[in-house]
């Protein structure tokens, strides 16, 4: 009996160094739960804290992309790193320590990435670090980590006027249109988002909206953060029941209003020339887009 009482306490020592042997390695969000208006941004930095060393990472950072969007990412002082966002809501990050520099433990930044609120709807999206995430020490391998993310909250904003054409649809052509805008309520504009077909990069590369008081102008940015969004050179007034011009050039397969003359929501938009980049010319060809 005194034998068997013996074995026990020895297994349970065992077991009490193990789970002490077991490294204490934790890659963390900050702040963890995250709060900002429509088109507003937030910064969530990327730590880890660790008892082991390391000195190289990868982490996919996945979220809901109709919800929010990382639109930029900066590495901590300890690191030198890619950033891949072709895909959306999903954010590659590799990094590494900079040449001869050596490995790290304790408390240490990865990086802060910059969230945009992208949604007028009201929305929470998690923000998960999914396989294959890791930390690594060259000399030892990948470590044992425990990944803890976060979410970020997009709330319903007061409701602002808009122009939205709403959906399209196919056939289309990237090219040059050309027609009029005219609300029925008053709005403020400050940028431009662009319905793009399915599978497919369609976008607004360049716009000008204008009246007898001047022009504003968007230009694209390429596939980076919420690439289907432009922003006007300066926020600007359409006044209800008054015409302005339009001039938008496209890029890839924006979704398409077929008809010379359509009512959206906030208004009417109308075709007056459509160009597709083979310089054909196409009636009754407009812009799937929304003015907000």
Known sequence: MAGGIVGLAVLAVLAVLLVAAVPDNTVYLFPQHSTAPFRDTI??????????TFGAGQINLTYIPGCAQVTQVAYGPSWQGTWDTRFDGREWLVFLRPLGQPTVS??????TLTI????????????????PSKLN???VGD???????????CPTPALLPVFDTGEG?????????????????TITVQSLYT????GTGGHTAYAAISSANGTAEAQWNGYTGD????????PFTLHAQETYNYTLVTGSYPQIVHSPSHTATGGVITCEEFVDRNGQRHEGWIPAIRLQ
């Open 43 to 52: 910064e969530v930095q990327l730590w880890a804290n660790t008892t082991d």
């Open 106 to 111: 304790g408390t240490v930044l990865i990086g």
């Open 116 to 131: 945009q609120c992208c949604t007028a709807s009201g929305c929470v999206t998690p923000l998960s670090f999914s396989p």
């Open 137 to 139: 020490d060259p000399s």
């Open 143 to 153: 470590l044992a980590v425990t990944w803890t993310g976060g979410t970020v909250t």
């Open 169 to 185: 649809n196919y056939p289309s052509i990237a090219g040059r249109h050309k027609g009029t805008i005219q609300p029925n309520e």
């Open 195 to 198: 319905y793009n077909c399915a």
């Open 227 to 234: 690439w289907h969004t432009i922003t006007f050179d300066r």
